[in-house]
């Protein structure tokens, strides 16, 4: 005896879709709007300063590296986060590269590793089933 099968589903628009720019930069905007609580909002703009490529998430703001790791940063050679002449403008030397002293910074709103916090709240399905959405809504 024989069976034979046919294959009527076209995998192809599904594949070219999920390969594609637009999709992963519709991911990157989606995981920033799912983890935008627990990204740090008393820190100079950081959840509004930023930029996003397929698959990526740039924080623009100066210090975003440092608020992420959630580490006190400072110059070498003055043991100092930044200076101030008026009380309101904070800036740094520039080229000097800060050094991490270890201290934890204490963050208000937010939290470090946001990304990763939201992925221990389960947010992470959100991301997925939105670009579930997505994709159906593009076949």
């Given at each position: 005896?024989?069976?034979?099968?046919?294959?009527?589903?076209?995998?192809?628009?599904a594949t070219k879709l999920i390969k594609?720019?637009?999709?992963?930069?519709?991911?990157?905007?989606?995981?920033?709007?799912?983890?935008?609580?627990?990204?740090?909002?008393?820190?100079?703009?950081?959840?509004?300063?930023?930029?996003?490529?397929?698959?990526?998430?740039?924080?623009?703001?100066?210090?975003?590296?440092?608020?992420?790791?959630?580490?006190?940063?400072?110059?070498?050679?003055?043991?100092?986060?930044?200076?101030?002449?008026?009380?309101?403008?904070?800036?740094?030397?520039?080229?000097?590269?800060?050094?991490?002293?270890?201290?934890?910074?204490?963050?208000?709103?937010?939290?470090?590793?946001?990304?990763?916090?939201?992925?221990?709240?389960?947010?992470?399905?959100?991301?997925?089933?939105?670009m579930q959405n997505y994709i159906d809504?593009?076949?």
């Amino acid at each position: 005896m024989r069976i034979s099968v046919i294959d009527s589903i076209n995998v192809s628009p599904a594949t070219k879709l999920i390969k594609s720019d637009k999709l992963w930069l519709f991911s990157a905007k989606e995981w920033q709007r799912v983890m935008y609580n627990d990204i740090p909002h008393d820190t100079n703009g950081l959840r509004q300063r930023v930029s996003y490529k397929p698959k990526e998430i740039h924080y623009k703001s100066p210090h975003s590296f440092y608020i992420y790791f959630g580490m006190k940063m400072v110059d070498p050679k003055y043991k100092v986060g930044g200076f101030t002449y008026d009380g309101v403008v904070w800036w740094s030397r520039p080229g000097v590269r800060k050094v991490v002293t270890g201290e934890k910074l204490k963050l208000k709103n937010g939290s470090r590793l946001w990304d990763k916090k939201a992925i221990s709240e389960k947010k992470n399905l959100i991301l997925i089933r939105s670009m579930q959405n997505y994709i159906d809504r593009n076949l």
